[in-house]
């Protein structure tokens, strides 16, 4: 990233929307904002995939669930927040993954300019692809601030949104198993 470019460019939308960038409470907002764009768009060009590294051998056949995976994101459409849970759930096939490389995955896809549905996507593709596992299913749960802040304005609607792969797409008793554990 070419930091002076992105300061300059801070820089000109507060002109533009009648600031004064010079003044004391702004004359730092330009790095603060660039430091920012580093932080949440880090994950640009990387392969999800490579969040799995930790793969272990393991006979486990029966569904692992991780749930209430926190996680903030920014709608590629407007570069505000959305935010909300994810809750990822495979069946393994010989191989099992570290626990926390499923949150590190989440948080990877999150920190690009992003839609909901690619994300959900995204994390259930590198867990098909790196596991092999049977199958796997993952939901999130979000509010987008650009419905909630801005526009249609209505603050607490929330979308979910699903992906299957594998012996749960089309299974309703594994999905109801996945949706019984969110419960619990
Ligand atoms: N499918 C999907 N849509 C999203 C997501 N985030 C934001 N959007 C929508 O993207 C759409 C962009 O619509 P546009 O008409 O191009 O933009 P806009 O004029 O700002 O639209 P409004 O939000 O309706 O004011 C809006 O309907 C947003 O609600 C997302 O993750 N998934
Ligand atoms: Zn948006």
Redesign the pocket.
Known sequence: MNEARVMEAVKIILEEIGEDPSREGLEDTPKRVMKLFKEIYEAVGKDPKEELSAVFEENHKDMVLVKDIPFYST????LVP?FGKAHIAYKPNGQVVGLSKLVRLVENVSRRP??????TTMIADAIQEKLAPEGVMVVII?E?L??SM???KKPGSQ?T?ITTRGVFEDNDKLQNNFFNMLKV
């Open positions: 709608c590629e459409h407007h959305f992003q839609v909901q549905e690619r994300m979000a987008h650009c419905i801005r526009g249609i979308t949104t």
